[in-house]
């Protein structure tokens, strides 16, 4: 258990953490983060045959999660660009206590008794020691809210618990990740704290309307970003807002960037109605940005 209270600390009761990594990988990452252990049979190594049910229901709740978007990640570059290169960390439930319409769209093999992925993060490491680029962040949370499961368990907060205790576990420092302005994903990134953009605009990325994004990691961010309610992270004022669909602003402020000017998103969109609108804040020279990727 955490030794620190958070909103959604019924879910570390009702799942159970597990580690995707290669053997190489595991040596360097913390199996204990914040104090919540990872058992032993709960790392899968992906070079197993063994590992393969498993690593297919991951793929299924990949798709659960980013099929409805149109972005579900092909077989390969999971294994190519994830489970090799980084790792993946998540919560999941035994097979004997997964739930029966949970149990359907899993498609879940018979006689199969191991675990079954409700949650994952996956990062990969990049050049600069400490540094990661977040991959793909899924939960089952929107999943349940679409098939009205709440009542068989609330999961409100799942996202930001997992990727708080992945990013411990993966002992990353400086953090870069990559999401569309309309994502809701977006709403968990900023409990980290101000997100420092490096890109606004992205035509590099199959979804141009895609923003970069980074941060220094701290036990505090993590630890808010889980839903600790004694820390309070600073955040600058907003100094204008970007509408999530106005692409002209988007190339507006990509065009700022480059000049050389910082800006950070400080705190969560706001909605009213179809709206989306994003918070932009300025940085100066005394809230310096953090190093680019």
Not at 221 to 242: A, H, N, Q
Request: charged fraction near 20%; charge should be negative; hydrophobic fraction near 45%.
């Amino acid at each position: 258990m955490l030794p620190f209270a958070i909103k959604g600390g019924h879910l570390l009761q009702e799942l159970v953490p597990y580690v995707v990594a290669t053997p190489n990988n595991l040596a360097h990452l913390d199996l204990q983060p914040f104090g919540v252990a990872v058992q032993p049979e709960h790392v899968i190594d992906p070079l197993r045959l063994d590992s393969a049910i498993f690593l297919d229901l991951l793929h299924k709740l990949d798709g659960l999660t980013f099929g409805p978007e149109g972005m579900p990640m092909p077989k390969w570059v999971f294994y190519d660009c994830a489970e090799v290169p980084g790792a993946i960390y998540g919560l999941a439930r035994p097979a004997a206590q997964i739930w029966p319409r949970v149990r359907e769209l899993f498609k879940i093999p018979q006689g199969y008794e191991g675990l079954v992925p409700v949650s994952m993060y996956v990062a990969i490491p990049m050049q600069r020691q400490g540094t990661w680029f977040g991959h793909n962040l899924s939960s089952l949370a929107p999943v349940f809210r679409r098939l009205d499961l709440l009542d068989e368990l609330d999961l409100a907060g799942l996202g930001s618990l997992t990727k708080g205790l992945a990013l411990k576990c993966f002992g990353v420092r400086q953090f870069w990740g990559a999401t569309q302005w309309l994502s809701k994903a977006l709403y968990i990134h900023v409990k980290f704290g101000p997100l420092d953009l490096q890109t606004a605009y992205t035509p590099a990325h199959s979804e141009h309307e895609t923003l970069t994004y980074g941060f220094a990691v701290t036990d505090d961010k993590l630890r808010s970003s889980m839903g600790d309610l004694t820390i309070d992270l600073p955040r600058p004022p907003v100094d204008f807002w970007v509408d999530g669909s106005d692409v002209a602003a988007m190339i507006a402020l990509q065009d700022r960037i480059e000049a050389g000017e910082h800006f950070c998103i400080p705190s969560a969109p706001r909605r009213s109605g179809e709206l989306v609108q994003v918070p932009i804040a300025r940085l100066t020279a005394a809230d310096p940005p953090a190093r680019a990727p």
